[in-house]
């Protein structure tokens, strides 16, 4: 994210010159200029950024049509890094259209207030990707065109496509405008439709700047940032009139589309689910604290899935310091983690090394999946010979020991007891060498797409990727336990489906979506379960896992799970 935000700086002059007010019959436009803050109150745009307010609401702004369709190309050449995107517009009456280099479009009618992709997942994806839904960022080259750390297998990699995907705005009693021949998205619609499907980012507005939305740079090590005193340093108000029944519109709409588990949750729509609990009114008056603390009672207590939290409150409430989230999958989780660390410290009280051999017997282990450094970094050495820290460079060193001459290692457990989850690209690379090749099913319940990706990792960092680069030859093992989530729960699923991993421990925590940073169009930031679907396929079908993976034998007592040497002894007689 860091990189991304870096990034960012460079956009410049995206503004097209309009006249600072106009009107016609329908509505009354006025263009301000407004600061872009970049991750840190250090860091701006060069120049202002135009944005567009309608019949005098100060508190609702639009994106002119061609702003939204260089944000959207800056998006995918400059952050996502592809080289061979390309993106032109088309006007026509009420209708404006984006198409990519690839064919596929997406239509904008101002008449009847809809947005019409042809196929969503193919109008967002990279040109590099195998599949539609390619969740690893790495393109696999590097500037030179040299393999870096993952090939992409296209032959044996394939997708489903999903149906034509329709946003009906209208639906929703969402506007698009045309003034003459001017056209205006408003920025919340463009943040859930494009930008944070698209980057993992949006903007917020606090009413006298834009704010790269990115909730880590608002709350860092337990303290407010000097970013979130510059966002918070607007003055409180009310939501206008406009804003809360927009506001409340776009939720829902967003909601619907894109959060995972709305199935699971027997959740038909958000406005009928909002009104059920009573949280409707709130969410649709004046009152911005009512509002965020009905959104964050919403998220924790009735969504309660982990992968859903809510960040921040909106500049309109202030600043708020509040407890942590104590829902009953929070606070289990917790409860847990405090277990297993508690039953690991009692062996390693000075720490769990990242790599252990016992005997015949190398430990893999990692409390969450990182990939800190990137590319040229690896192929340039491990330095000193310490154990990294971040997951890839972690496994590329337990490689090198695990097949260096005259090893005594026959067999590799992936400690996986404490691991919360993280980066998928770390999940892939683990699979990757485990396995010789890591097989990563996909479906997105926003457009019924469903895709298998086949990635191979490059581990002796050779840039060939071959049979020297797994220990698929090895007795593979992966402890798991309710701590295990999200990535470390799709891992150990995607190694008993392949049948050559053995699972110890306890059922794994679940969580099977990917996790999508959203916000709400009065300023609000929380993040969801989003619509691309983490799954495992087994006879030509997809299996959600949500529900967490079970082990092939089951450890009663926990501190087993770190008696290494009973571990080992017990491993050395399965069989």
């Known amino acids: 994210m860091r990189k991304r935000i870096a990034l960012l700086l460079a956009l410049l002059l995206l503004a097209g010159l309009f006249p600072a007010a106009y009107a016609d019959d329908a509505h009354s436009v006025e263009k301000r200029a407004f600061t872009v803050y970049v991750g840190s109150p250090e860091k701006t745009l060069t120049d202002p950024f135009p944005l567009y307010f309608l019949d005098g609401v100060d508190d609702l702004p639009y994106l ?23 993106l032109s517009s088309h006007y026509d009456g009420d209708t404006v259209s984006f198409e990519r280099e690839n064919g596929y479009t997406v239509e904008l009618d101002f008449a009847q207030d809809l947005i019409r992709f042809t196929d969503y997942n193919a109008f967002r994806h990279n040109s590099y990707d195998t599949t539609l839904i390619d969740v690893v960022e790495e393109p696999g080259v590097d500037e030179y065109g040299q393999a870096l750390l993952f090939q992409r297998d296209k032959k044996m990699s394939f997708d489903r496509y999903g149906d034509v995907k329709v946003f009906d705005l209208a639906a929703y009693d969402i506007d698009l405008v045309r003034v003459e021949d001017s056209y205006f998205v408003p920025l919340q619609t463009a943040n859930d439709i494009f930008f944070h499907p698209m980057a993992q980012f949006g903007f917020l507005f606090n009413g006298q700047a834009l704010f790269l939305a990115v909730e880590s740079t608002f709350y860092t090590n337990d303290e407010y940032t000097e970013y979130a005193d510059l966002y918070y340093a607007a003055p409180t108000a009310q939501r206008s009139d406009a804003l809360a029944e927009y506001g409340y519109n776009e939720l829902c709409m967003m909601l619907d589309n894109f959060y995972g588990l709305k ?22 008056g004046n009152d911005p ?24 409150f909106s500049y309109l409430s202030g600043r708020q310091y509040f407890s942590e989230n104590n829902a009953m999958a929070k ?37 969450s999946f990182d990939s800190d450094y990137y590319g040229q970094a690896f192929y340039a050495g491990l330095e000193n010979g310490t154990i990294p820290d971040d997951t890839i460079g972690l496994i590329i060193y337990a490689h090198q020991q695990i097949t260096r001459p005259d090893s005594p290692v026959e067999n590799v457990v992936l400690d996986l007891s404490n691991n919360t989850g993280g980066a998928v690209d770390a999940a892939v690379y683990v699979l990757g060498w485990m396995l010789g090749e890591a097989s990563f099913s996909v479906k997105d319940t926003c457009t019924g797409a469903m895709s298998t990706s086949i990635y191979r990792s490059d581990v002796n960092l050779d840039r060939e990727f071959d049979e020297s680069d797994t220990v698929a030859d090895k007795k593979l093992y992966c402890l798991i336990s309710p701590v295990s989530f999200s990535c470390g729960n799709l891992v150990p699923a995607a190694l008993k489906s392949s049948q050559k991993v053995t699972l110890l421990g306890r059922t794994s925590g679940g969580g099977s979506c990917v996790v999508q940073p959203v916000s709400a169009a009065w300023g609000a930031m929380f993040q969801i379960s989003g619509a691309q679907r983490m799954s495992f396929l087994k006879n030509g079908s997809f299996y959600d896992i949500d529900q967490g993976v079970d082990p092939d034998y089951y450890i009663d007592n926990i501190s087993n799970f770190y008696n290494r040497q009973a571990l080992t002894d017990y491993i050395n007689n399965l069989f």
Do not use: M
């Not at 699971?264 to 909002?274: E, L, N």
């Open 263 to 284: 199935d699971s949750h027997d959740i038909r729509s958000f406005a009928q689910t909002f009104w059920e609990i009573g949280f409707d009114e709130a969410l649709r």
């Open 331 to 367: 606070r289990k989780l917790r409860e847990n983690v405090k277990t297993y660390f508690r039953a690991r410290e009692v062996f390693y009280p000075d720490g769990c090394p990242g790599y252990e051999e016992v005997g015949n017997t190398a430990y893999i282990t990692f409390d």
């Open 289 to 312: 604290v009512d509002a965020d603390e009905a959104l964050k009672q919403f998220v924790e207590y009735y969504l309660d899935d982990l992968h859903s939290g809510f960040h921040e």
């Open 64 to 86: 002119e049509i061609d702003d939204l369709g260089e944000l959207i190309f800056f998006i995918n050449t400059e952050i996502n890094k592809d080289p061979n995107y390309g």
